[in-house]
């Protein structure tokens, strides 16, 4: 028995030293980087959802079949009506445009009929108010409710003094604020067979504004805002639409979409402990001195090593929101100390002024590579001890560009019109999105991805 | 034989001594502490001249005992040297009793081999601050800069091959003088 | 202490030859006169070693001149002091063709007188021409010699007379006489020239201080007789030498017991007699090869008068042979005394004869500019320019005449004592079942023995592969190679006294010792 103990408490000794020996052997003046936390979400709130439809006038040609096209409006929007009550328990119902109201579910139902758009006003009163969108006004709403998710249904067929201005700021402002808090909104568009008049479009010599009735295929867009989650959820459900899957297979023009943010990271790789050993990819675990493990969510690799260059290789899909633009640039806070002879408690490390000693490999859609010492190769014989954290620095262009072909600008919109194109395009589509992302670049900020630290010796 | 070689023995620790006794007290001051309170032993002039401090502090390291390893490196790279430069000019002089001088006029014809000797000697000097310089022997040896290494091996080559050269011109046997360069210089006297 | 030595006949000749270049080698006393007895007036062997005579004479003049050329009085080289004179022969009988009848003056002798000479000799013999000898006849040199004066005013008779005379000051006198017992002149001159000597001694009533010795040789040579001989010439019969010589050891045993001729006599012989090659009945065709045996004569001269020698009160006869086996040896050789070491001596001179005639005298010979390229090496610097440098011309004056004359002269002596050595190895055993392990012959010269007069002939140049032999030279433990020899010179310290070339000559031989 006694025999026993004291096996225990030889054992329990080199145990400790052990465990000792390494949290014994960090830098003095190392300080545990900040690691951001799990936060639980509320479940009352995550899952609120308002969808707003736009009740002008000009969205009612949506709802007429055309015997040349497809029809997309009534096949997504039931998609759309049925996601949205997929997504919380909490679904309002709303309309802007000649009316800024909210609609009971009956009212909703019709939002792909005719008797949706029917305005009871008078004939000039409807066509003043046809052609004001409101767009900024749903925005305004929407930034109220950044803990929700807000669907706009539209025909995005903004006049050029709504993005001009005070009004431009109508719709920064709120933008602002939603990108502040983390959301992101998603556009899709969707040509549409299209049997109405469409109004708003402005003459040539600026006096005044026409309809043209002889379209038959327009876009109609579906603005999503809220979490990026969300935003991949209603187009994963859009996207299963057969109908839709159909019109894509025919041509692929029939379907656009963007998600624009100005935070694309969805989570940080330390806080779920996402980074493994086999992330350091030339470094081989089953070498002699290997070692890798979590202190306080900072993974730390030790090894011992003569290479002079190692690789850390993430996947993008760990940590940046799906769909999103990803990042186009990174920044490395990096730190580098040095030891001369064995590592024990109180050793006596060295700060490196060594800088740049840590490059993102080239930047794309699928991983993130972190390549050390790839400059100037560190000097064997010494104990190494980093530590890197990487930040976003500057988020990847959104594919906002393939919008352009349904663009109509001011200017053009009397030829466009002149020409009696059978798919009329979007008046300022272009303007708008641009506007969503300059605000969303100016709500950038840095965002940690990780944080990292090795303790390596490096021999010749 | 034994008798000439050690009545010429004399003189080549004599030209050794002239390059040699420079280069022990070098070894010396090298492996005195650095912080030693002395004005030519302990010295750190040694690493100011070839080591790269400004490496040094951007690994974090600290100046006084990177100089001290760096002092023990050289210290050994120069007993090493004198190792390489003693056993080459001890095996020539001897050497050069041995050598089949057997007619007047035939001593210069050694001069071939003597050069190939010296040659080899400089060469080992090369060799040897190479390994010590360029090798995982000593771990300071990577704050030695490119240009540093060579300016050490073409110092060390220059003092030792000098080293080497004195030695052997005194030290070389009297009937081979001929086969080294300036030798037959040297005043012929009954003890010279 | 003052040395004579006289060499009777060839064979007396010979054995001055042997002891003339032992001499060179400083195994000989510090002086000595040599001086030669022999009817045969135009004798062969009696003219070469008149020639090797006034070569040593001359360069050992040359080499020992204080001031000048100076090997020292410390180095061995030419040690001995010889003289001799111009005329270094005494011919007992001279005259164009003397007989004994003549001699005798028969004519006018009493008829019993005439009667007693008709019966010790036959007409043939009184009328034998006596100018080339006495023809193996001792019975008629005896009478010749005896007959003759010896007289004050010759001038081999003279040094003996200074020589006693100057016993009776004081001085030690050492006389040592070589002959052969079998022959003519030898035989006859042996005995009787000791008579004389004592007889003078007599007259001047010198009675001590005058030590006489004698190395008498026994039989040592044969010769074949050509059949084509006229039977009624008179010469040395050979099949007669051993009936003559146990006549004369009978009476040298009386001699010995009743009168005190020779305070020490040497006796050697050789057995089986050395063939020579040629036969001649006299002149200077008579000329045979040095052959070992003569070696022993020599050395007991030496150590007759070597200073360590006592002479004892009684008469001493000393013989020596080589061992039994058929391999003469270097231990055959006997020391001239404790402190001198023959065979170490003879070792160092052929040594020194060959690097000089091979190595040094060519480099040394020719004119400055082309001995200059050797300026640069120590040897040269140490010995010989700082030792022949001139102040008037700046340079050093080894390309000078005189110089050039001594070192031709060194060349040929060296060249002398290598055909010496060669022949003596060769010729001593030719035609026997013995060998002479000596010297090693063959890679620098050629022996002809069917040559009469120069059986031996050195090469002119050596190739590399041959001067590597030159450490087998000697057939000995000792291994020393041209190699240790330059070395030994560079390193060999000079001697005060000496000068000049006398400085390089004394270091090479020192050089080519143990």
Known sequence: MIKFNNFIIIFLFFFASIVNSYAACLPTDFKQPDIPIKTSVNENLKDKVHVWYDSSLSMSGFTKSQSEEVNLFRPILNSLQQASQSLGTETSYNTFGSRFQTIDENRASLVT???????????????????INGFSKVLGVAKKNTDSTIIIVTDLFISTSETLAKNAEKIKKPLGEIFNNGQ?????????????????????????????????????????IGSGENINFIEEKLKKNQKLQDAIAENPDTYKFTMITSNVIAENLNTNKKIKAKNLTNISSQSEGYKFEYKDNLPIYEFITSKSNFELKFDNSNFIVPGSSGVAEYKIVQELWSLRGSCKKNSKWGKSNRKNFISVGD??????????????????????????????????????????????????????????????????????IEMINDVANEEFKSTKVASIAMNFELEK | MMINILKTLPWYFVGLGTLGIPAILLI????????????????????????????????????????????????????????????FSLGW?????????????????????????????????????????????????????????????IISAVFYGLMYWIAVILGTARQARSAVLLANKLPARNFL | MKNFLIGIGGTGAKCIEHLVHTCSAGLGPDQLWVGMVDQDEANGNVNKTKILLNKYISL???????????????????????????????????????????VVNYNALKDEVKGLLNCLYDPTEQQLPLSEGFRGRPNIGAAA??????????????????????????ENVRIFIIGSIFGGTGASGFPNIARKIRAIQEEKSVTSNVHIGGALMLPYFDYEVPDDIDDGTIFAKPNQFLDQTKAALEYYSKLFEYNKIFDQVYVTGWDPLSKLQKFEVGGNTQFNSPLFAETYAALGALKFFNEDNKIAETQEIFHIGKNESNDILWSDIPNVSASLNSKD???????????????????????????????????????????????????????????????????????????????????????????????????????????????VSLKEKLSGTEKKEFKKLIIDNENLTLANIMSNISYMGTKRDQKGLGVFMDILFRSCGK
């Open chain 1, 113 to 131: 009929t005719q008797e949706f758009y029917k305005c009871n006003q008078s004939a000039q009163a409807c066509v003043a108010k046809d052609r």
């Open chain 1, 184 to 224: 992101s909104v998603g556009i899709f568009g969707v040509s549409s067979s299209y049997n109405g008049k469409i109004s708003g479009i402005p003459l040539e010599d600026g006096l005044g504004y026409v309809t043209y009735s002889k379209a038959t295929k327009r876009p109609f867009y579906i603005i999503v």
């Open chain 1, 363 to 432: 930047v794309n859609d699928d991983t993130l590579t972190l390549k050390f010492f790839e400059e100037k190769k560190l000097n064997w014989g010494l104990r190494w001890f980093l530590l890197a954290e990487v930040y976003t620095a500057r988020n990847g262009s959104s594919t906002q560009d393939e919008f352009k072909d349904w663009d109509l600008t001011d200017s053009d919109a009397a030829n466009h019109m002149q020409s009696d194109p059978k798919t009329f395009k979007t008046l300022n589509l272009m303007n708008i």
């Open chain 2, 28 to 87: 010396v001051s090298l492996l005195v502490p650095v912080d030693a309170e002395n004005y030519f032993f302990g010295s750190d002039w040694v690493a100011n001249s070839f080591l790269d401090f400004a490496g040094v502090e951007e690994d974090g390291q600290d100046r006084f005992s990177t100089t001290s390893e760096f002092n023990i490196m050289m210290a050994w790279l120069n007993i090493n040297l004198l190792i390489v430069t003693f056993v």
């Open chain 2, 93 to 153: 002089s001897i050497g050069s009793h041995f050598l089949n001088i057997d007619e007047p006029g035939k001593a210069k014809f050694f001069g071939l081999p003597w050069i190939v000797i010296s040659a080899l000697c400089i060469g080992a000097i090369v060799v040897v601050c190479l390994i010590v310089l360029t090798s995982s022997i000593f771990y300071v040896s990577q704050y030695v800069t490119t240009d540093s290494t060579f300016n050490i091996i």
């Open chain 3, 60 to 102: 050992r003049n040359k080499l020992r001149e204080e001031g000048k050329n100076d090997l020292s009085i410390e180095s061995d080289l030419f040690k001995t002091n010889i003289t001799t004179d111009p005329d270094a022969v005494w011919i007992p009988l001279p005259g164009a063709e003397p007989t004994l009848k003549e």
């Open chain 3, 145 to 170: 010699m005896l007959a003759t004066a010896a007289n004050e005013n010759s001038k081999f008779w003279s040094q003996i007379h200074k020589a006693i005379d100057a016993a009776r000051g004081g």
């Open chain 3, 345 to 455: 001596k003879i070792i160092n001179l052929i040594r020194f004869a060959f690097s000089y005639n091979w190595m040094y005298g060519p480099a040394l010979t020719g004119s400055l500019s082309k001995i200059k390229k050797y300026s640069n090496e120590h040897w040269f610097k140490r010995i010989i320019e700082a030792n022949t440098y001139s102040d008037e011309t700046k340079s050093s004056t080894i390309g000078h005449e005189n110089n050039q004359k001594i070192i031709m002269q060194m060349r040929e002596y060296c060249q002398d004592i290598l055909t010496w050595i060669t022949d003596m190895t060769h010729s001593t055993v030719v035609n026997s079942d013995q060998r002479m392990d000596l010297i090693l012959t063959d890679f620098f010269s050629e022996y002809q023995p069917k040559e009469n007069s120069k059986k």
